[in-house]
Each structure stands twice: as structure tokens, then as C-alpha cells.
């Protein structure tokens, strides 16, 4: 795609301005700021900057953008760390920055193989390809860390993101950085090198971009058109808003009890049959609880309704007391308690990777958890209802939502405590990627979050409703339990991205081979 020369070009000051540029329009693509069509040109300063440019150079401009990007955007990490952590201001910023120098690694591995295509007739197909194969290989890599894909920036637009139901949110990031290729070329390429290799690809991309817009115009159509007779449920969402410095406080128990029990109450009138309170909504050990958890099975009796909240666990094995994140399903009809078991913690918040050798950072973060993983993925099920449990950040993991629909999850229910979170962006941030969930599975999402965003949201991707932040909420609507066929991202996952990725290593291999001949013509 790009002029790649021999010469080593050493990097401008023109050169990481625009690297930088690319990265904070990145950043502002995402939520909360309503900018997200930055994102379908935010790296032709990037692209601009890697002109005439070798891989070395085309490496650490990446490197630059992506710093640039996630320093900007994962900033709330220092509240996390600092307010809710308890870590010193100093280690909370080194650890977000050895976090953003990962991440960036992502980008600059984007742009160094980006200059070496050279021309070639499927350069903006073959970059774009690599981006999706990058994410990819991000979301897998290291226990995963798919966070704000390129594709969630475009969450409210609900003509772009039906495709997610046949490619994933990698469609929509294919999508975009084949937008910012072809921008570029229009923007910067000379004339006699446009006319042949960009007039052809143009082309290709104007059909896939039909294509995808034909496809979400018959998706949403469908859904519009088709009489809904299936069954359905009256949901009720809960937002306590606990304060997170007290929330495990044994003193604020009664009060965290009575908020719960007092919002709920306020709904009878809506006669629910379902109602969804967050993560850890109870803190405490609901399982052995004699003064609070009688009174939450009797408020389950009394709303005749099935009740999903959150609570720790722990189970005793061969001696040793095991800890669980957990979501529990009571029943009006008193049946067995049904529980799920988070199964994808987060590392450093609620276990500690490779404990033994990294045993100093418990003692470096006094509120990391110490949970195990849970032993297996099935949905919670009562009469028509069968949930599909997402326990907070367990919803940007596409895999673990596709496994519950694959098992028979009617809806997918997101219980989450954002509280963590603080007044910055990444609640913005969490609530877009959830939408995507819903479309790949074509499954409405019930997020019950303790100081929001909480919301509905339908198998199209639209929110229905949403809580403020920071706020108690009720939210009240009918829910659709119906279900549909399984989709294709439902059934075969994430083939689109594997497929790129293979093509992308092959294109790359191709290339290095053709360098090589040329270089042993030379000689």
C-alpha cells in the first residue's frame, strides 16, 4: 500500500504529531463523546506518517499512536487502582502505562507489516485484514483483553452493526480501517498509482459496504415486520447505587438490604415475573446468611417473580475454602436455588495470574480478590425463562455469551457493579460492548449494573431503556423470550477474524518471500 523504501527515514516531529493525532481521534471515537465517525478516517494521519517509511520506523509510529490512543482511553484505571484499590498515585500510573505500552504493541505490529505490502493489488483488504487478525489475537492472547474493538465505536448505529450476527464486531473494525485505507489513497496517493491499484478496490469495498447496509436494512425489516407471538416476560431491573467505600462495609449491610427490598417493591404494581438486581448486590454470603437471606427468599415469594442477583460464594474442598464470584436464580415456587459461577475473572481485581510467583501483589493491591474460576458455562432456567448469566466484564468476551446461547439462553443477563469504575468513561465504555451481545446472538441483554449504566436492550442492539449514573433506578419492560434460530456467529463464532488473520499471515509471508528473490537478484 505504502512507498516503502530501503532508506532509513528517521521519524519527524510532523511525523508523531500525526501519530498522535491518529490516536487521540481514536480515543474520541469511543463513548461517551458522540464522535464515533472519527473513527472511519482517525488513522489516515497514522497511515500518512508511515508513507516512505521501512518497518522500524513504521514500528515505533505505532507505538506512538497506540499510547497515545490507550493512554487516553483507559485513563480510569488509575481510579480504579487509586480510589478503589488503594494503591499509591505513582504505582497505579506505571501500571496503566505498562498496560497502554501492551496494548500499543498491537498497533505498531499493525503499521510495521502495513509497509510491507508494497502495492500490492489487496494492499487496503490485506490491512485491513491484519487489524482484525491483531484484535483477534487480543482478545485471546494472555487470558484476553478485548476491550473497546474498533468496531464497538459504531454501538448506536444500528444500520451498520446487524453484520455482527454473521462476523462479530471484527466486520464492523474490517469495515472501518478499509475506510481509512481508502481515504487515505484518495487524500495522499500519487495520481498514476491511483488510477491502477485503487480504482478496482474502491469498487469491492462500495459492494461490501451494500452489502452491509443491504443486510442490516433486511434484519432490522424483519424484526419490524414479524408479528411477535412468542412468550414473554415482565422484567424489572434494579440499580441500587451502593457506594462502593461502603458497600462491604458489615455496618451498611441492613441499609444495602432495605434499598434493595424498597426499590423492588416499588414495581409491584408492573406484576414482573422476572427481576434482576446486580453483581454482588448482596455482600455477603447469601448461602448461609440467617439474618438477610430469608428475607430475600421471601421477597422472591412475594413478587412471584424469579429473582437473579449477585452474591460471593464459597465452597469447602479437601479441606480448603474456594471463593465465587456467583449469580444466583431464586423462584417464587420455592424450587432449588440455581446458581452460575463466574468462569472469567479478572486478573489482579479477583484472582492474582501465576499467584505463587507474582505473591507481592496481593500485598500491592489490598482489594484484589482471591476467586476461582467457575466449572462450567449453562444458563439459569425457570419455566420459560433461561438466562444467560454475564457476571460484569465477562460481557466484552463474545465467546462466553455464544456459549450460553449455544446451551439454550433465551435473553443474556449482564449483572455488573461499575461502581469500580468512578465517574469517568468506562461505563460508556462497558454498556457499548454489551450492545454487540445481543446482535451476535439475536438475544435481548437485561444489565442490571449497581450505579449504571443498567438497561434493556433488544436483539437488534437498540437500547430500550437506560439508568442515569450514580442514581437509584427501576426500569420496567416486557422482554421477549421467545428465542430464534441460532445465528451464524452464534453457531461458528469468530471465522471471519480466523479466516483474515490466516490470509493475512499468508499475503505477509508472500511478500517477505517476494523482498527476498529481489534482494538475491540484486546481489
Same mark, same amino acid.
Given at each position: 500500500? %505504502?512507498?516503502?523504501?530501503?532508506? &532509513?527515514?528517521? =521519524? ?22 458522540? %464522535? ?30 497506540? @499510547? ?5 482511553? =483507559? ?9 478503589? +484499590? ?7 500510573? @506505571? ?5 497502554? !505500552? ?21 494492499? !487496503? ?7 482484525? +487478525? ?37 466486520? %464492523?473494525?474490517?469495515?472501518?480501517? !478499509?475506510?481509512?485505507?481508502? *481515504? ?5 496517493? &500519487? ?14 469495498? @462500495?459492494?461490501?459496504?451494500? *452489502? ?13 415486520? @414479524? ?43 408492573? &406484576? ?56 444466583? =436464580? ?59 448469566? =454475564? ?10 455469551? &455464544? ?53 434493556? *436492550? ?34 461458528? +463464532? ?13 499475503? !505477509? ?15
Amino acid at each position: 500500500m %505504502l512507498n516503502t523504501k530501503k532508506k &532509513r527515514v528517521p =521519524l519527524s516531529g510532523c511525523d508523531i504529531l500525526l501519530a498522535v493525532l491518529s490516536g487521540i481521534m481514536l480515543t474520541a471515537s469511543f463513548p461517551p463523546g458522540k %464522535l464515533s465517525f472519527l473513527a472511519w478516517f482517525a488513522l489516515v494521519p497514522l497511515l500518512k506518517s508511515l508513507d516512505n517509511k521501512s518497518p522500524s520506523p513504521a514500528f515505533r509510529l505505532g507505538l506512538i499512536t497506540g @499510547v497515545a490512543h490507550y493512554l487516553t482511553l =483507559l485513563y480510569w484505571i488509575v481510579v480504579v487502582l487509586g480510589h478503589y +484499590g488503594n494503591l499509591n498515585i505513582v504505582v497505579s500510573f @506505571v501500571m496503566l502505562i505498562l498496560l497502554c !505500552l501492551y496494548l500499543a504493541l498491537y498497533p505498531a505490529i499493525f503499521s510495521s507489516l502495513t509497509t510491507s505490502l508494497q502495492g500490492s493489488r489487496l494492499d !487496503l483488504i490485506i490491512m485491513a485484514g491484519f487489524w482484525v +487478525g491483531l484484535e483477534y489475537i487480543r482478545s485471546e492472547l494472555l487470558t484476553g483483553f478485548p476491550w473497546c474493538f474498533l468496531g464497538y465505536t459504531q454501538f448506536e448505529h444500528l444500520y451498520v452493526i446487524q453484520i455482527a450476527d454473521i462476523c462479530g464486531v471484527y466486520g %464492523l473494525s474490517f469495515l472501518i480501517i !478499509l475506510s481509512n485505507g481508502i *481515504i487515505f489513497w484518495l487524500l495522499f496517493m &500519487r495520481s498514476e498509482r491511483r488510477s491502477n491499484l485503487l480504482k478496482w478496490q474502491i469498487i469491492i469495498a @462500495v459492494l461490501i459496504a451494500g *452489502i452491509t447496509f443491504s443486510y442490516s436494512h433486511y434484519r432490522l425489516f424483519e424484526e419490524r415486520s @414479524v408479528k411477535k407471538s412468542g412468550q414473554s416476560v415482565k422484567t424489572v431491573i434494579v440499580q441500587g447505587n451502593i457506594d462502593q467505600s461502603i458497600k462491604w462495609d458489615p455496618a451498611c449491610q441492613e441499609k444495602t438490604m432495605e434499598s434493595y427490598i424498597r426499590l423492588t417493591r416499588t414495581a409491584r404494581d408492573f &406484576r414482573p415475573g422476572l427481576i434482576v438486581w446486580p453483581e454482588t448486590a448482596l455482600p455477603f454470603f447469601f448461602q448461609d446468611n440467617v439474618k438477610f437471606s430469608p428475607r430475600v427468599l421471601s421477597l422472591a415469594m412475594e413478587s412471584s417473580a424469579s429473582l437473579v442477583f449477585g452474591s460471593p460464594a464459597y465452597k469447602r474442598v479437601s479441606g480448603m475454602t474456594r471463593y465465587y464470584n456467583r449469580a444466583y =436464580l431464586l423462584t417464587p415456587d420455592d424450587q432449588a436455588i440455581k446458581y452460575y459461577d463466574k468462569v472469567h475473572l479478572v486478573p489482579f481485581g479477583e484472582y492474582v495470574p501465576l499467584g505463587r510467583v507474582l505473591a507481592f501483589v496481593n500485598r500491592l493491591v489490598p482489594a484484589a480478590g482471591d476467586f476461582d474460576v467457575g466449572d462450567k458455562i449453562a444458563p439459569l432456567k425457570h419455566e420459560g425463562i433461561s438466562a444467560g448469566i =454475564l457476571i460484569c466484564f465477562e460481557v466484552i468476551f463474545p465467546e462466553l455469551a &455464544r456459549a450460553h446461547a449455544r446451551k439454550g439462553a433465551n435473553i443474556l443477563v449482564n449483572l455488573t457493579n461499575d461502581a469500580w469504575f468512578g465517574m469517568t468513561s468506562a461505563p460508556y465504555q462497558h454498556l457499548s460492548m454489551a450492545v454487540f451481545r445481543s446482535v451476535e446472538n439475536r438475544l435481548p441483554t437485561i444489565r442490571s449494573a449497581n450505579t449504571g449504566f443498567s438497561a434493556f *436492550i433488544s436483539p437488534r442492539g437498540e437500547i430500550l431503556a437506560q439508568s442515569d449514573l450514580f442514581t437509584e433506578a427501576v426500569l420496567q419492560a416486557s422482554v421477549d423470550i421467545s428465542g430464534s434460530t441460532l445465528p451464524f456467529y452464534t453457531r461458528y +463464532g469468530d471465522l471471519f477474524a480466523i479466516l483474515l488473520l490466516f490470509i493475512s499471515f499468508i499475503k !505477509l509471508f508472500h511478500c517477505m518471500w517476494r523482498r527476498r528473490g529481489r534482494d538475491v537478484t540484486a546481489r
